[in-house]
């Protein structure tokens, strides 16, 4: 498909938050109650953006590597995994308080005084970002627990489980999408930052003295994944860490460089985690997490090369990348895969019981293999323009002449080229045009 640059970034991200409200991409969350921060919900396009989303990555992680599986786990684990894997004493986010107005802000995002009101902020306090929770039903008796704070550690503690019921060897990975908790000092910027969000891990398994291989291959396979995804893929870009999170090594994000919303613009890191994870968990439940290799006999923690990026990050990013505005429509340029559906299905006139019959037998028939949109509300324009909108990448219109000729005109949303299609070939033409 044509690809244009978006030229006018101003006030992009309202213009995306608009739109995502107006069209059912995404809600934000308990908004009868007047909302809560940091929490969002995704309506009926937004959940099939996602979902397909999520399906483009699963697919390219477990079917194009034969040697990466996937598992679910809970969001609930025992609290002991959040003091061996460092979370309780290092997950902190320092903070300062305005003493006039009492507005508390992440020391690192501000400087000398308050941005709201000007007054003078309090010495950063340490504040633990894990979302804490309590399990049992006997008041004196419940339990602490805490919310995942990294969807990854869940991974870790299945590895043997993992190696135990599958032919896997080293080098090796597990790969899992899944809900985080942070209790966020400034959740904003729309799904950028949020306090539950979802994640996507690769944990890659490889012998100690193979990590900057490996480093270096997930880094740049996961580019490649991105940049195949993205309208504008000259707008990503890798930012390597110096201030380090307590479990890496070395650390780069991939990040998406036209952002309007400044800095933090990270989408995904590749961490360099080591042994810390294994041999903290090993340390901390008494276990040996030693891989063994059944034919040296060798015995070790395997080091671990983790990629992991943010699901609702790349959902925003690529909906603000995929926004232009041209002459009298808007158009989601989105990756035809990712469209939240993938053809709309028009009587030319609703009010023509022959029109409406043929097409709808065209709309039942596209269903079976396409996520389809039906439309007869209003003038064509309209329809097209509504479906721009939204980034269907196809829409098919039923006319009087297809009633004789059997043909229906097919309008494709970037170039608005329209061609002619016999009917019985309009599934497969639509399936060539996606692949
Ligand atoms: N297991 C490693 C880990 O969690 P991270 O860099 O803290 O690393 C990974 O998070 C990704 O999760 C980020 O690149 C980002 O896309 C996403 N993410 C992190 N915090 C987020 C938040 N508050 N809201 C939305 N996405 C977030």
Same mark, same amino acid.
């Given at each position: !498909?044509?690809?244009?640059?978006?030229?006018?970034?101003?006030?992009?991200?309202?213009?995306?938050?608009?739109?995502?409200?107006?069209?059912?991409?995404?809600?934000?969350?308990?908004?009868?109650?007047?909302?809560?921060?940091?929490?969002?919900?995704?309506?009926?396009?937004?959940?099939?953006?996602?979902?397909?989303?999520?399906?483009?990555?699963?697919?390219?992680?477990?079917?194009?590597?034969?040697?990466?599986?996937?598992?679910?786990?809970?969001?609930?684990?025992?609290?002991?995994?959040?003091?061996?894997?460092?979370?309780?004493?290092?997950?902190?986010?320092?903070?300062?308080?305005? %003493?006039?107005?009492?507005?508390?802000?992440?020391?690192?995002?501000?400087?000398?005084?308050?941005?709201?009101?000007?007054?003078? =902020?309090?010495?950063?306090? &340490?504040?633990?970002? =894990?979302?804490?929770?309590?399990?049992?039903?006997?008041?004196?008796?419940?339990?602490?627990?805490?919310?995942?704070?990294? #969807?990854?550690?869940?991974?870790?503690?299945?590895?043997?489980?993992?190696?135990?019921?599958?032919?896997? %060897?080293?080098?090796?990975?597990?790969?899992?999408?899944?809900? #985080?908790?942070?209790?966020?000092?400034? @959740?904003?910027?729309?799904?950028?930052?949020?306090?539950?969000?979802?994640?996507?891990? =690769?944990?890659? +398994?490889?012998?100690?003295?193979? !990590?900057?291989?490996?480093?270096?291959?997930?880094?740049?396979?996961?580019?490649? *994944?991105?940049?195949?995804?993205?309208?504008?893929?000259?707008?990503?870009?890798?930012?390597?860490?110096?201030?380090?999170?307590?479990?890496?090594?070395?650390?780069?994000?991939?990040?998406?460089?036209?952002?309007?919303?400044?800095?933090?613009?990270?989408?995904?890191?590749?961490?360099?985690?080591?042994?810390?994870?294994?041999?903290?968990?090993?340390?901390?439940?008494?276990?040996?997490?030693?891989?063994?290799?059944?034919?040296?006999?060798?015995? +070790?923690? @395997?080091?671990? &090369?983790?990629?992991?990026?943010?699901?609702?990050?790349?959902?925003?990013?690529?909906?603000?990348?995929?926004?232009?505005?041209?002459?009298?429509?808007?158009?989601?340029?989105?990756? @035809?895969?990712?469209? @939240?559906?993938?053809?709309? &299905?028009?009587?030319?006139?609703?009010?023509?019981?022959?029109?409406?019959?043929? #097409?709808?037998?065209?709309?039942?028939?596209?269903?079976?293999?396409?996520?389809?949109? *039906?439309?007869?509300?209003?003038?064509?324009?309209?329809?097209?323009?509504?479906?721009?909108?939204?980034?269907?990448?196809?829409?098919?219109?039923?006319?009087?002449?297809?009633?004789?000729?059997?043909?229906?005109?097919?309008?494709?949303?970037?170039? !608005?080229?329209?061609?002619?299609?016999?009917?019985?070939?309009?599934?497969?033409?639509?399936?060539?045009?996606?692949?």
């Amino acid at each position: !498909m044509p690809k244009s640059k978006t030229e006018n970034k101003s006030g992009l991200m309202e213009k995306i938050v608009s739109l995502c409200k107006r069209r059912g991409f995404v809600f934000p969350g308990s908004e009868i109650y007047g909302g809560l921060q940091g929490f969002y919900d995704f309506g009926p396009l937004g959940v099939e953006m996602k979902n397909n989303l999520k399906q483009l990555w699963w697919d390219w992680m477990t079917r194009k590597h034969e040697d990466i599986v996937g598992i679910d786990g809970a969001i609930i684990t025992n609290p002991k995994v959040w003091e061996a894997s460092g979370h309780l004493k290092s997950f902190v986010d320092p903070l300062v308080e305005c %003493k006039k107005c009492h507005h508390r802000f992440k020391a690192d995002d501000i400087s000398a005084e308050c941005p709201d009101c000007g007054g003078n =902020l309090t010495e950063p306090k &340490v504040f633990n970002i =894990l979302v804490p929770t309590q399990l049992g039903v006997i008041e004196d008796e419940k339990t602490n627990a805490y919310l995942r704070g990294e #969807a990854c550690q869940t991974i870790y503690l299945d590895y043997k489980s993992v190696l135990d019921t599958t032919r896997l %060897k080293i080098p090796f990975g597990i790969c899992q999408i899944g809900k #985080a908790f942070r209790n966020e000092v400034t @959740p904003g910027n729309f799904l950028f930052r949020q306090r539950e969000f979802e994640q996507w891990d =690769l944990q890659w +398994f490889c012998r100690p003295e193979e !990590m900057e291989k490996w480093f270096k291959y997930w880094k740049n396979e996961r580019m490649d *994944w991105y940049k195949s995804i993205f309208t504008h893929p000259e707008n990503l870009g890798f930012y390597e860490h110096e201030k380090l999170a307590h479990y890496a090594k070395k650390a780069f994000d991939i990040e998406y460089a036209a952002s309007p919303i400044g800095n933090g613009k990270e989408m995904e890191g590749i961490h360099w985690r080591g042994d810390w994870d294994l041999s903290r968990h090993a340390e901390f439940s008494g276990q040996d997490l030693s891989y063994v290799d059944l034919e040296t006999g060798e015995k +070790f923690i @395997p080091n671990i &090369v983790e990629t992991s990026g943010g699901v609702d990050r790349t959902f925003l990013f690529l909906l603000l990348d995929a926004y232009c505005e041209e002459k009298d429509r808007v158009v989601l340029k989105l990756y @035809p895969k990712i469209a @939240p559906y993938k053809v709309a &299905v028009f009587p030319l006139l609703a009010n023509k019981p022959e029109l409406a019959k043929l #097409a709808r037998s065209i709309y039942d028939n596209l269903k079976i293999n396409f996520i389809t949109a *039906w439309d007869d509300r209003g003038n064509i324009g309209k329809r097209y323009y509504a479906q721009d909108e939204i980034g269907t990448p196809f829409c098919v219109t039923v006319d009087f002449e297809s009633l004789e000729d059997k043909k229906v005109t097919i309008r494709e949303r970037d170039s !608005m080229k329209q061609e002619r299609i016999a009917i019985d070939e309009l599934a497969e033409y639509i399936k060539k045009q996606l692949e």
